[in-house]
């Protein structure tokens, strides 16, 4: 019986052999002896970005980050002066960093606060919104106290920065004015992150489309980077299909924008990708049978830039 048992390794698409000779006994020197022949596999192999340049302008937005911290929150970031005295961060000693760089993908994104953000939010059992690593309680979803952050945007720096962006939006979109100034700094920071031999921007690692001006003014952003190719996934979809009116016209144009993938999310887990006229395909999270290779990948996109494109159903791994 010296017929050695083969062990396929999907990982590295390498066949091991155990002799069965060799007893189970020792299986595990014959697996140490077999890594060694391995060339060193890299965890990480998606290049490290450097911080995205541009910080959100002074203005009142900072004022009401502030004040909708909690008490807690407000204590850990406070500074102090050398004469002691207790300071409130400022723009000009914390400011916020516009884009964020999350180590998934590929290029920058925007994000702003979850829940606050996400009228098209489910919450309840099977939800996908229940699960989601970046909305819970402390960011004002109520409806759902159990569901807490996780990892780097529990963070109170962080939930700072959201609450600033997210302020950022709100306050500039509520004219015609401050949407323009929004789409210019927003136009002008993408632009220069962005690498015009990967061009692909994704807006709301965290968040959605809260509204149809602020959709307007991604319309206007997309507009005017058409080298860059826009990737967001969104909930809003069925407050557009429910509400019609300004946020159906809203999401027609930003959807008539060739550079523009705009993705309905499904709302629970197991669902089929939401297909919305005027939509790219949707996407959903499946425990089993899902197509993006990130939870293969140390979930990292690497190469993969499926997201970003239109015809294309994505299922996430729902971990
Ligand atoms: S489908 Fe591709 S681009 Fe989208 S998250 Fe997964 S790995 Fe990244």
């Not at 994704?202 to 602020?214: K, L, T, V």
Request: net charge positive.
């Amino acid at each position: 019986m010296n017929t050695p048992i083969l062990i396929d390794l999907p990982s590295t698409g390498q066949r091991l052999a155990i002799a069965r000779a060799a007893g189970w006994k020792n299986w595990e020197d014959h697996v140490a002896t077999w890594r060694a022949t391995l060339p060193a596999q890299k965890k990480h192999s998606q290049p490290k970005k450097s911080a995205p340049t541009g910080v959100i302008p002074p203005g009142p937005w900072y004022r009401v980050a502030w004040l909708l911290l909690s008490d807690d929150e407000r204590h850990r970031l406070t500074h102090r002066s050398r004469s002691g005295k207790v300071l409130p961060p400022t723009t000009e000693n914390s400011p916020v960093q516009a884009l964020s760089a999350p180590s998934k993908m590929p290029g920058y994104s925007w994000a702003i606060t979850a829940g606050r953000t996400c009228p098209g939010a489910v919450y309840g059992e099977g939800a996908i919104c229940s699960a989601c690593y970046a909305g819970g309680a402390d960011h004002g979803n109520t409806a759902n106290a159990n569901n807490k952050t996780r990892g780097y945007i529990s963070r109170t720096a962080v939930r700072r920065a959201l609450l600033v962006r997210e302020h950022f939006t709100r306050i500039l979109c509520t004219t015609p004015a401050g949407r323009v100034t929004f789409a210019d700094h927003m136009a002008a920071w993408i632009a220069r992150n962005t690498d015009p031999a990967d061009p692909y921007f994704r807006i709301h690692d965290s968040g959605d489309f809260w509204g149809p001006s602020y959709i307007d003014a991604w319309a206007s952003i997309i507009a005017r980077c058409p080298t860059i190719t826009f990737w967001a996934p969104t909930r809003s979809w069925h407050i557009a299909l429910s509400k019609g009116g300004r946020w159906a016209d809203s999401f027609a144009a930003l959807n008539a924008l060739p550079n523009a993938t705009i993705r309905p999310s499904a709302l629970f887990i197991g669902d089929d990708a939401p297909q919305i006229d005027g939509f790219a395909a949707g996407s959903g999270v499946k425990t089993t049978d899902w197509n993006c290779p990130a939870s293969t990948t140390h979930n990292e996109c690497r190469s993969c830039r499926a997201c970003w494109d239109t015809e294309t159903a994505i299922y996430y791994h729902a971990h």
